[in-house]
């Protein structure tokens, strides 16, 4: 068994995996290919770096997991099989990264495992909370709800015992943002956040927040937690989120924004397509967000009953999405 289990899929030759593990010697990766993923350039990287896992379409689909199909292929919700096998290795923590997401410290692991170790004392008490305004450079963090575009926010911070059971690290240089705020000049460049050195907790039971899929690490009983869903776009991973938070509310777990942090310099991409995939997120949200609210979830059920209420009664999913979330329920009970 190991600790943590570093996952993530790519189309390229994801070499910044040295930096990670030049941060710690054991910590398990594993990366999911796709059709145009150069796979024999980074399997050779998995076999340098050592206890790094690289998985081919057809390694994929040799495993049989249900979800692999209604995914389909061409798509970063490949993820989800680097997920499934993470959760499957036994780790006590699973992390999913970007291939263009650094590490920022050489003690990266060292600032994951003593995050999760502190004691929650506080939390930020508002109905929604948006990390950009915490940045020196202010922006809209991808999946914030619109109509809250523009309003000040006024936080409190209150005594709330709970865990850590999430940690959304922080990115500095091109921060998480939509393809809108893009336009025209490439938006923000962050080098610095007004936190609190030990970040900052938000309790589900009172505020919500979008949560990416960018340096974002869950323990391994929220791990079932961490997918991303199909057919929502951009929004793959903060709809996903948003239901996460709603299972959430049933447990004592917080979500963390700190460290550790990395460094993004994005990857190409079109503004344009971005922006289309992005459009269904940005129409629904909130309402998705009212219907999830409204689903009951049970305090000392398991979590994977708690998602299975929330797959039932969550509105405004495509089918592929509603499939995928059927399957998704079945491989998780087979590798918990």
């Given amino acids: 068994m190991t600790d943590i289990c570093l996952f993530t899929t790519t189309i390229y030759v994801p070499s910044v995996l040295r930096q990670y593990r030049a941060s710690d010697p054991d910590v398990l990766m594993i990366v999911a290919g796709d059709l145009k993923t150069p796979h024999a350039e980074v399997r050779a990287l998995c076999a340098e770096l050592g206890n790094a896992v690289y998985l081919d379409p057809h ?20 993820r989800n099989i680097a997920l499934l096998e993470a959760i499957r290795s036994g780790a006590e923590v699973v992390l999913s990264i970007d291939d263009d997401n650094a590490p920022r410290h050489s003690s990266y692991f060292a ?4 995050a999760f170790g502190q004691a929650v004392d506080m ?21 914030f709800p619109f109509s809250l575009r523009g309003t000040e926010p006024s936080y409190e911070y209150v005594l709330s015992a709970g865990r850590v059971g999430v940690i959304n690290g922080l990115i500095y240089g091109d921060p998480d943002i939509n393809a809108i705020d893009r336009y025209p000049d490439g938006g923000p ?5 007004y936190i609190h050195k030990e970040g900052v907790y938000v309790n589900p039971r009172t505020t919500w927040t979008p949560i990416n899929s960018q340096n974002t690490a869950y323990v391994r009983e929220l791990a079932p937690l961490a997918f991303v869903l199909p ?59 009212e219907g999830l609210k409204a689903i009951p979830v049970t305090p000392h059920a398991s979590v994977l009953d708690n998602l299975d209420a929330v797959r039932q009664g969550v509105t405004h999913l495509p089918l592929q999405a509603r499939l995928f979330l059927d399957a998704w329920l079945d491989d998780v009970a087979k590798v918990i």
Avoid at 111 to 114: E, I, S
Avoid at 189 to 193: I, M
Wanted: glycine letters at 8%; hydrophobic letters at 40%.
């Fill in 123 to 143: 939390a930020v008490f508002d109905a929604w909370f948006n990390l950009g305004s915490n940045a020196a450079d202010g922006f809209i963090y991808r999946g």
């Fill in 189 to 193: 460049h962050v080098v610095k956040y």
């Fill in 231 to 289: 057919a929502i776009g951009r929004y793959d991973d903060i709809w996903a989120s948003f239901m996460a938070l709603r299972v959430m509310e049933a447990t004592d777990y917080h979500v963390l924004f700190g460290e550790p942090s990395v460094v993004q310099e994005r990857n190409p991409h079109n503004w344009l397509v971005d922006l289309e995939r992005e459009i269904y997120g940005m129409r629904y949200t909130e309402a998705f967000c």
């Fill in 59 to 78: 390694e994929q689909e040799a495993l049989g997991y249900k979800c692999s199909g209604i995914i389909g292929w061409r798509s970063i919700q490949r």
């Fill in 111 to 114: 600032d994951l495992r003593t």
